[in-house]
């Protein structure tokens, strides 16, 4: 089902970026309300991250659950590590969570990149 | 039996909730009238007590495995513990409006 060259691709993806959704749609236009609220939440910390739009690459969408055994989309990785989906996200965002998190990833992420 | 009910059955079983409502919100979605596609469901159990969302969620998730494999393409998810459920005063967050990416495309 899933081949070794699209688990590859996705887990370069996930180990290349600090931040990363799968989404439905763009950040600009997502395709999917659950997709739409998560997106809203991330743009909300105020930084940069990377989307990967599942709809364009079908193969990715068919992959990316067994991934991390994640049955449903958007999906929100951050550090290599699944963070989980709009309800998740959501939450987390309310409660401050959210923003604490991508913070500290994103600060990691620069501080790496300056080294 | 319907899906609805396949859901309801599973998580009682699983989780015997002090609270729980399986909400078809199939209609607010662009599929077909009496579908049964996109669900939430709000969890009252104090068998979640101690876990964070995340495995929170993945017990749902692996309960209801075999319906997300089917037909349920959406599955919102709210868990909470008795206490934490008080604390909200029994109310679970609305699901977001559909934005119109259909299943096929």
Known sequence: ?115 | MSTASIIEQKLTSRFSPSHLEVINESGNHRVPPGSETHFKVVVVSDAFAGQRLLGRHRLVNDTLATELAGGVHALAIHTYTAAEWEAKHGAAPQSPNCAGGGRGE
């Open chain 1, 1 to 115: 089902m899933s081949n070794p060259d699209v688990m590859e691709s996705i887990r370069g993806q996930i180990e290349g970026n600090a931040i990363i959704l799968y989404m439905k749609g763009s950040p600009q236009a997502p395709q999917c309300g659950f997709s739409a609220q998560t997106v809203q939440c991330l743009m909300a910390c105020g930084e940069k991250f990377a989307y990967v739009d599942v709809l364009s690459h079908p193969e990715i969408r068919a992959a990316l659950p067994s991934y991390a055994s994640w049955p449903t989309f958007p999906q929100l990785y951050v550090d290599g590590e699944l963070v989980g989906g709009c309800d998740i996200v959501t939450e987390m965002y309310q409660t401050g969570e959210l923003a604490t998190l991508i913070k500290a990833a994103a600060e990691r992420a620069a501080n790496s990149a300056a080294t």
